[in-house]
């Protein structure tokens, strides 16, 4: 019993409550405590490639590549025009996975003026963020979280019920020279979450 290890049960329910507030454990009332599904963190303040944040956590990563496509802007499109991307741009629609288990859509649209060999990449062996980075460093960006509910697609990538919340993050990046890109992200709730720190340590 708790004797034995010498244990008191104010020190378990104390540990019991601090990891259910990280998130390792999850309390349902009148049944148990179990060990909660894993939520990977993202970071909200910084952008990271998202390979980095699965290998960084012993997991394995690997890109399922849609498409990769040269399109033209419609005048149907006003968010892409209203960020000043009109006429050619550069479309990819990525899901990563974390040990098989799909993570994240990546749906981005990239300025053709920015990262012109963007469609030569192979994106099995790089992530988009990745190469973004190293042709057009940015010196801005934009973050807008949701919660959503996916679409019948995304569900179906994504391998969840279509009553699963997720979580959405539109990301525009800007480089000394002009927009880079806009991205759309979603995630399934249950499997990430997004954190940041900000002041001084």
């Not at 019920?161 to 480089?175: F, M, N, Y």
């Amino acid at each position: 019993g708790l004797e034995a290890l010498d244990l008191s049960r104010m020190s378990i329910n104390r540990a019991y409550r601090e990891l259910t507030t990280e998130g390792v454990l999850k309390r349902v009332r009148g049944v148990g405590t179990f060990i909660a599904d894993f939520k990977m963190p993202s970071s909200l303040v910084e952008i990271r490639n998202i390979a980095d944040e699965i290998h960084e956590r012993g997991h394995s990563h690997r890109t399922d590549v849609l498409f990769a496509r040269e399109e033209t802007v419609e005048e149907d499109a006003p968010w892409l025009s209203a960020e000043g991307i009109t006429g050619t741009v550069f479309h990819s629609l990525v899901v990563h996975y974390d040990n098989d288990a799909p993570l994240q859509i990546e749906d981005r649209f990239v300025a053709p003026s920015e990262a012109p060999d963007y469609l030569d990449q192979d994106f099995t062996t790089t992530t988009p963020n990745d190469y973004l980075t190293r042709v057009a460093p940015l010196v801005r960006g934009k973050h807008i979280v949701e919660a959503v509910l996916g679409t019948n697609e995304e569900c179906r990538l994504l391998e969840i019920d279509a009553s699963e919340p997720c979580l959405l993050v539109r990301r525009r990046t800007w480089s000394k020279d002009g927009l880079v890109s806009l991205a759309r992200l979603v995630q399934p709730g249950s499997r990430g979450r997004l954190e940041g720190e900000f002041g001084q340590s």
